[in-house]
């Protein structure tokens, strides 16, 4: 009897510790400083090897495990990646609030939610993106269509 292996945990984990990894390679170019004076390289170091610890944790015990095998809903994949591009390519031209609202609609077209929650998620997500990166983090970006 063949066994599988818990594909999801240790392809996720691995992954994590890929990235987790990068960053702290990546980040060793820049300077560390100390932890009563951080540096630029010390969050992404830091933050780096304990993703890349965690991504271990789930990574090892998976190997043991027994798990599902592995499905890709390619509906889900197409969908999320058009609406990603589709916010990239829309985000100078519309804006931050139609452009994330626009990718979040196309990412839950495979969802089976009602059209009011659909729309309210949405906007949710419009008013979480404008009060990140345009306000939060004074991205300079175009919040609405007419503000270029």
Partial sequence: MKTTRDIHDLVGGLLMTATGLFFAL??????????ARMGPGYFPVVLGWVLAVLGLLVAVPAWWRRGTTVTVQWSNL????????????TLRLLGVVVSSFLAALLSLVPSAMRLRTRLTVCAVVALLTTLIFPFALQMILPIWPWSL
Avoid: I, N, R
């Fill in 26 to 35: 990546y980040g060793q170019q820049y300077e560390f400083g100390t932890p």
């Fill in 78 to 89: 197409f969908w999320c990646v058009l609406s990603l591009l589709v916010f990239a390519f």
